[in-house]
Structures are given as structure tokens and as C-alpha cells.
């Protein structure tokens, strides 16, 4: 679709129809003249696209006093939607984002009667692109599409329109961008008319036929931009490492997490078995074939005489519990270190830069067994920090950027004595392992004996997640961007499987070896693996399947992460080595 132009101008042919109509209506003193006298964004239309999910179906029939549209009218089909938009005088609807997340407003799970059209035709299912086997890849791939270079150079121009300096005024008029005056935010002024009847009139009219967004841009929206890289990117197909150092020797490495400030360089945070800490600088350097390596320092601390009083977390855990990734987080701006599994019930934050004790953290009865840390970037007001005990409860806490501590009481910047923000129930027995998205709003957790419960960060419960065979230990769970959800299992040789956005089971991978660590890409698209069969893989998140396996490693595979531009994979092994590998994305999409 050309973004440049508003859906009623995409068909040049309707288009001189609508603009005949404009001309004959510049005469009318009482009604500004306009392209369409309908909108691109009502609650008829959105609840036309979402009649065969609840709440909006029976929404729907309340709208249309207790009956579904005319089975002609009805949304059936892709290809039948696209062609009225390109045709009908009355339809210039814009998708809805329920298009690039949700594949059950495609099925008919409620087995509504929505009847047959004029041919026949039973109205079920949504029909789909040939290019979609499933609603599911239809969602996916039409995900893709919007977040594809090609839509990526033109949506500015969309936003123009919608947003921006082209939704009013002489632009909007060059652009065919102009709809029913009531449509307009203060178009119309309610208080000031006095008429009951006719108040009520262009009230229904604005709440039932559409409104425009508040104009946000008067100047041209810029194109997205690319990353701005200052070396060459030519694709590194290579599966054997570019890098290799020892961060504790014969000491499995936990956990690992980079941060990178610029393409060229970063921080790699690492902790290992024994809670010493490792604070490494990373560059990046070219090659002599002009391929991009990186070149990871040792932290300069650890040689030193202080090393164990500056690089090692003050407390030793609690005997029972084994140091892993779950058991650790670092803040997002790398100045503070969140480990969990002390004998005190608590979850404690050190500083990167000294190793002293800033914060204990109280809330459990019983062991603090897992956390996760994730940046809000929607709020920009910090993270949410989630713990898990024995104790078979999770719960919900922010993490304050400008306190640079946890935050307690109602009002989540006071320094008050830390309090959670939800507390999630649902398990009976001790948690094992969680996952938080921020952007998403979901936790998730999993307890002994392999329960797994989808909470809101508020904590609603949203779904329980079940696979296929029969596990009892949850080891590790990821949430993609997508809200997709990634379970791994330990026991019965280890199963990895994947969930969509409703808890609805998307495939499950028994495994040849079992996997120790995930990483998932930042668009949600793919998985990094690594475990006991001492190689890193790379698989496919909505199959799992195995798009790439590197070169084995010295050891198994404890800990994975990326860097920020997703050039390079870092490894922590049980040897106590850090071994990255080059990461190309582009090579599987």
C-alpha cells in the first residue's frame, strides 16, 4: 500500500469520485466540504474487525439490537476487506493493531451463526492470504511486513497524515485527507448549543462515527533511521568464535549481560558461581578482511590485590541454592547488580562500581529464588523487578532510575522502605524460575512440579500455560516483544516450547541435549540456545526450528546475551571462559 496517501486515495477511479463530490459541496455555507463522509477509525468498524472475540462481539450486538450485520457484510475475508477499501464509497477503514498481535479475531472459536452470503457462502473463519497457512503466521508475517525496511522508509508519511501536518489545513487538502467536519477535535463546541435534541445529535455523531487524533506534528515526521554505524557490516556467516577470555578460571560463569554505549564499544557485566563479579570494557575492531570483531578486557580489577573485596557480592547465598542465571540481574545502565537467594529471605542490590551492599530487600516469607529485571521504556520512569520464592508467591516491583534503588509505598519514586507494587498468586509450590516484559505487561512464573502461570504486571492472572508432554521442572522462560512466551524444561531429556499471546501452545521441541540458557532476538523472531551439548544454536521462535548451530565450545553453555545492535553473541561457559560469536540475523529472516 502507498502510505504517502489516506486509504480513499489509493484507487485513482474513486478518487474523482470523491473529488466531484468535494467540488459540489465548496458552496454549502453550513457544512465544510469534505472527500468522506465516512472515517478510517470507528467503533462499528473496530468492532467489525474483532466480532468473533469477546468483549467486541457482543458489543457489537448491542449495536445492532441484538443482531450480527448482514452476512454480505460482514468481515469473512483479507482479500474481500482489501478489495472494499479500494472500491466501496463507504469504505475507507484503517487495519487495527489487533491485525499484527491477535490471531483469534481470525477464528471463530465462539461458533458464532454470522450466516451465508448471497453465493452460499457459510460465514466462518476469516479467510487468509494464500501466503498464510494459519492465523498465527499470518500474524507473524504481517508483523514482519510493518516492521520490514520497505514500510519502514514510507511510515512517516502515514503518520503525517494521521498525526501530522497533512490532517488539516491546505497540506491535508493536497493530500484528498479531508473528512466530515465533526470529526475534528473542536469542531464542534457542545456546551454552546443549546438545543437538547441537536446536542445530543453531534454527540452520537462524534462517539459513533469516527474521530480524528489530536494533531501532535506541524512539521514533517522523519523517515526512521537506521542504526548509524561507523564501520563496514558486510554479513559474517562464520560458526566459530571471534573471541575467547578467561573470566573465572575452573568457575562456571551464571550470568552475563552487555551494554553497549556506542557500535564500537560497551560493557560486559558477568558473575559467576562464586560471586565474584567481573565488570569488562568491549570494542569493537576490524579485521583484515574488514569484518567487525569484538575485543572484550579482562576486568582490570580482578588482577588486582582488592579483587575480592571490590568484584566479589558481600553475602554468599543461601547452601541450597545453586548460583544460575535466574538467580541474578543487572540494571540497565550497569551500575547495579540484583541477586536473589539469600538466607534471609531477601533479594539484595550491589553496586557494579565498589561491590557495596546498596539495598536489602524485604517481602517473602521464605527463600528469594529467581528475579527479573526489565526496563519500562514506555514510562521511562525505570523498570519493573520481579521476585520469586519458596514461599510459592511472585511479586511485583519497580525499580527507580532517578533513586537508582528500589522504590516503596504508592508513589513509586518514594524512597520509602521498599514495597511491592503487586503480589501474584496462583502456585502452590516453590517458584522456580520468572520472566517479566515491561512493554508487554506480562510475568511470567513457573513452581516446582511444572505449573506456569501468565500474570499482568498488575497481577491479573491471564493464562496457564500447558505443553504437550508431561514436565515437572521448569528451568528458564522468556516473553519475546510479541508477548509470545518461551518455556524451557529440564526433566524427560528437556523441552522447549513456545506459546503465543492467549497461552495457546505453538509447537514444543524435545531436545537432544538439554539446553541451560535463552536469549531471545529483540524483535521476537528468534531464540539463542546453549546448554550441555556446548554449542550455541539459533532457532526460530514461532517453530523452533534450528536455523544455525556454531562451532562447540570448551565446555557447556551456562549463560547467553547479545549485544545492543545484535552483532555478537557473548557465552558464559563452566570452563569460566566468555566466548562471543558473530550473529546475523538476516541470514534466517
Same mark, same amino acid.
Given at each position: 500500500?502507498?502510505?504517502?496517501?489516506?486509504?480513499?486515495?489509493?484507487?485513482?477511479?474513486?478518487?474523482?469520485?470523491?473529488?466531484?463530490?468535494?467540488?459540489?459541496?465548496?458552496?454549502?455555507?453550513?457544512?465544510?466540504?469534505?472527500?468522506?463522509?465516512?472515517?478510517?477509525?470507528?467503533?462499528?468498524?473496530?468492532?467489525?474487525?474483532?466480532?468473533?472475540?469477546?468483549? $467486541? %462481539? @457482543? &458489543?457489537?450486538?448491542?449495536? +445492532?439490537?441484538?443482531?450480527? *450485520? !448482514?452476512? #454480505?457484510?460482514? $468481515? %469473512? @475475508? &483479507?482479500?474481500?476487506?482489501? +478489495?472494499?477499501?479500494?472500491? *466501496? !464509497?463507504? #469504505?475507507?477503514?484503517?487495519?487495527?493493531?489487533?491485525?499484527?498481535?491477535?490471531?483469534?479475531?481470525?477464528?471463530?472459536?465462539?461458533?458464532?451463526?454470522?450466516?451465508?452470503?448471497?453465493?452460499?457462502?457459510?460465514?466462518?473463519?476469516?479467510?487468509?492470504?494464500?501466503?498464510?497457512?494459519?492465523?498465527?503466521?499470518?500474524?507473524?508475517?504481517?508483523?514482519?511486513?510493518?516492521?520490514?525496511?520497505?514500510?519502514?522508509?514510507?511510515?512517516?508519511?502515514?503518520?503525517?497524515?494521521?498525526?501530522?501536518?497533512?490532517?488539516?489545513?491546505?497540506?491535508?487538502?493536497?493530500?484528498?485527507?479531508?473528512?466530515?467536519?465533526?470529526?475534528?477535535?473542536?469542531?464542534?463546541?457542545?456546551?454552546?448549543?443549546?438545543?437538547?435534541?441537536?446536542?445530543?445529535?453531534?454527540?452520537?455523531?462524534?462517539?459513533?462515527?469516527?474521530?480524528?487524533?489530536?494533531?501532535?506534528?506541524?512539521?514533517?515526521?522523519?523517515?526512521?533511521?537506521?542504526?548509524?554505524?561507523?564501520?563496514?557490516?558486510?554479513?559474517?556467516?562464520?560458526?566459530?568464535?571471534?573471541?575467547?577470555?578467561?573470566?573465572?578460571?575452573?568457575?562456571?560463569?551464571?550470568?552475563?549481560?552487555?551494554?553497549?554505549?556506542?557500535?564500537?564499544?560497551?560493557?560486559?557485566?558477568?558473575?559467576?558461581?562464586?560471586?565474584?563479579?567481573?565488570?569488562?570494557?568491549?570494542?569493537?575492531?576490524?579485521?583484515?578482511?574488514?569484518?567487525?570483531?569484538?575485543?572484550?578486557?579482562?576486568?582490570?580489577?580482578?588482577?588486582?590485590?582488592?579483587?575480592?573485596?571490590?568484584?566479589?557480592?558481600?553475602?554468599?547465598?543461601?547452601?541450597?541454592?545453586?548460583?544460575?542465571?535466574?538467580?541474578?540481574?543487572?540494571?540497565?545502565?550497569?551500575?547495579?547488580?540484583?541477586?536473589?537467594?539469600?538466607?534471609?529471605?531477601?533479594?539484595?542490590?550491589?553496586?557494579?562500581?565498589?561491590?557495596?551492599?546498596?539495598?536489602?530487600?524485604?517481602?517473602?516469607?521464605?527463600?528469594?529464588?529467581?528475579?527479573?529485571?526489565?526496563?519500562?521504556?514506555?514510562?521511562?520512569?525505570?523498570?519493573?523487578?520481579?521476585?520469586?520464592?519458596?514461599?510459592?508467591?511472585?511479586?511485583?516491583?519497580?525499580?527507580?532510575?532517578?533513586?537508582?534503588?528500589?522504590?516503596?509505598?504508592?508513589?513509586?519514586?518514594?524512597?520509602?522502605?521498599?514495597?511491592?507494587?503487586?503480589?501474584?498468586?496462583?502456585?502452590?509450590?516453590?517458584?522456580?524460575?520468572?520472566?517479566?516484559?515491561?512493554?508487554?505487561?506480562?510475568?511470567?512464573?513457573?513452581?516446582?512440579?511444572?505449573?506456569?502461570?501468565?500474570?499482568?504486571?498488575?497481577?491479573?492472572?491471564?493464562?496457564?500455560?500447558?505443553?504437550?508432554?508431561?514436565?515437572?521442572?521448569?528451568?528458564?522462560?522468556?516473553?519475546?516483544?510479541?508477548?509470545?512466551?518461551?518455556?524451557?524444561?529440564?526433566?524427560?531429556?528437556?523441552?522447549?516450547?513456545?506459546?503465543?499471546?492467549?497461552?495457546?501452545?505453538?509447537?514444543?521441541?524435545?531436545?537432544?541435549?538439554?539446553?541451560?540458557?535463552?536469549?531471545?532476538?529483540?524483535?521476537?523472531?528468534?531464540?539463542?540456545?546453549?546448554?550441555?551439548?556446548?554449542?550455541?544454536?539459533?532457532?526460530?521462535?514461532?517453530?523452533?526450528?534450528?536455523?544455525?548451530?556454531?562451532?562447540?565450545?570448551?565446555?557447556?553453555?551456562?549463560?547467553?546475551?547479545?549485544?545492543?545492535?545484535?552483532?555478537?553473541?557473548?557465552?558464559?561457559?563452566?570452563?569460566?571462559?566468555?566466548?562471543?560469536?558473530?550473529?546475523?540475523?538476516?541470514?534466517?529472516?
Amino acid at each position: 500500500r502507498d502510505l504517502s496517501k489516506p486509504v480513499g486515495a489509493l484507487n485513482p477511479d474513486r478518487l474523482e469520485k470523491f473529488e466531484e463530490r468535494y467540488e459540489l459541496m465548496s458552496d454549502d455555507p453550513a457544512i465544510p466540504p469534505f472527500f468522506y463522509g465516512t472515517h478510517y477509525s470507528t467503533a462499528a468498524f473496530t468492532m467489525g474487525w474483532l466480532i468473533r472475540v469477546e468483549p $467486541f %462481539a @457482543s &458489543m457489537f450486538l448491542q449495536l +445492532q439490537s441484538g443482531k450480527f *450485520d !448482514m452476512p #454480505d457484510r460482514t $468481515f %469473512a @475475508s &483479507m482479500a474481500m476487506s482489501w +478489495q472494499n477499501c479500494l472500491e *466501496d !464509497m463507504a #469504505d475507507v477503514k484503517e487495519l487495527i493493531p489487533e491485525h499484527f498481535y491477535m490471531a483469534d479475531m481470525f477464528v471463530n472459536k465462539n461458533q458464532f451463526a454470522f450466516g451465508q452470503c448471497h453465493d452460499g457462502h457459510t460465514v466462518n473463519h476469516v479467510e487468509l492470504p494464500p501466503w498464510a497457512k494459519s492465523p498465527d503466521e499470518f500474524v507473524r508475517l504481517h508483523n514482519l511486513a510493518l516492521e520490514s525496511e520497505q514500510v519502514s522508509a514510507t511510515l512517516h508519511q502515514w503518520i503525517d497524515l494521521i498525526f501530522g501536518f497533512k490532517q488539516r489545513g491546505e497540506e491535508a487538502l493536497k493530500a484528498k485527507n479531508i473528512f466530515y467536519y465533526l470529526t475534528y477535535e473542536g469542531a464542534a463546541n457542545i456546551d454552546s448549543i443549546e438545543n437538547p435534541v441537536t446536542r445530543e445529535a453531534i454527540k452520537q455523531q462524534i462517539r459513533n462515527f469516527g474521530q480524528t487524533p489530536t494533531r501532535v506534528l506541524r512539521e514533517p515526521h522523519p523517515p526512521r533511521n537506521a542504526p548509524r554505524l561507523s564501520y563496514p557490516l558486510p554479513i559474517n556467516s562464520t560458526t566459530s568464535s571471534v573471541m575467547q577470555i578467561p573470566i573465572t578460571r575452573d568457575v562456571p560463569v551464571a550470568f552475563v549481560t552487555v551494554r553497549s554505549f556506542t557500535p564500537q564499544s560497551g560493557l560486559v557485566t558477568s558473575i559467576s558461581c562464586n560471586q565474584t563479579f567481573a565488570v569488562n570494557r568491549m570494542a569493537v575492531t576490524v579485521n583484515t578482511q574488514s569484518v567487525p570483531e569484538p575485543l572484550v578486557e579482562t576486568d582490570p580489577v580482578l588482577s588486582s590485590r582488592n579483587s575480592s573485596r571490590y568484584r566479589r557480592l558481600g553475602e554468599p547465598l543461601d547452601q541450597s541454592i545453586t548460583p544460575s542465571s535466574a538467580c541474578y540481574s543487572v540494571t540497565e545502565d550497569h551500575r547495579h547488580i540484583i541477586a536473589a537467594g539469600y538466607w534471609d529471605y531477601s533479594f539484595k542490590c550491589f553496586s557494579t562500581e565498589s561491590g557495596r551492599l546498596v539495598q536489602s530487600v524485604f517481602g517473602h516469607r521464605d527463600l528469594v529464588t529467581c528475579i527479573a529485571y526489565s526496563p519500562d521504556t514506555v514510562s521511562g520512569r525505570g523498570a519493573v523487578l520481579v521476585s520469586g520464592s519458596r514461599d510459592a508467591t511472585v511479586l511485583v516491583w519497580h525499580w527507580s532510575s532517578r533513586l537508582q534503588r528500589v522504590a516503596g509505598g504508592e508513589h513509586v519514586q518514594s524512597a520509602e522502605m521498599a514495597s511491592p507494587q503487586a503480589i501474584l498468586t496462583g502456585h502452590e509450590l516453590p517458584i522456580i524460575c520468572v520472566a517479566a516484559h515491561a512493554d508487554v505487561g506480562k510475568v511470567v512464573s513457573c513452581s516446582q512440579g511444572g505449573r506456569c502461570l501468565v500474570h499482568s504486571t498488575s497481577g491479573q492472572v491471564l493464562h496457564s500455560l500447558r505443553t504437550v508432554f508431561v514436565c515437572l521442572q521448569p528451568h528458564q522462560v522468556c516473553i519475546t516483544s510479541q508477548g509470545h512466551v518461551l518455556l524451557l524444561y529440564a526433566d524427560n531429556g528437556g523441552l522447549l516450547s513456545v506459546f503465543d499471546n492467549n497461552g495457546v501452545l505453538l509447537a514444543a521441541s524435545k531436545l537432544e541435549n538439554q539446553l541451560l540458557a535463552l536469549s531471545v532476538s529483540q524483535d521476537g523472531q528468534f531464540v539463542l540456545c546453549g546448554g550441555l551439548g556446548r554449542c550455541v544454536e539459533v532457532r526460530r521462535c514461532h517453530d523452533l526450528k534450528t536455523v544455525q548451530t556454531y562451532s562447540a565450545c570448551e565446555s557447556s553453555v551456562r549463560t547467553i546475551a547479545t549485544t545492543n545492535d545484535e552483532r555478537f553473541i557473548l557465552a558464559g561457559l563452566a570452563s569460566g571462559m566468555l566466548v562471543a560469536f558473530p550473529l546475523e540475523y538476516k541470514l534466517w529472516q
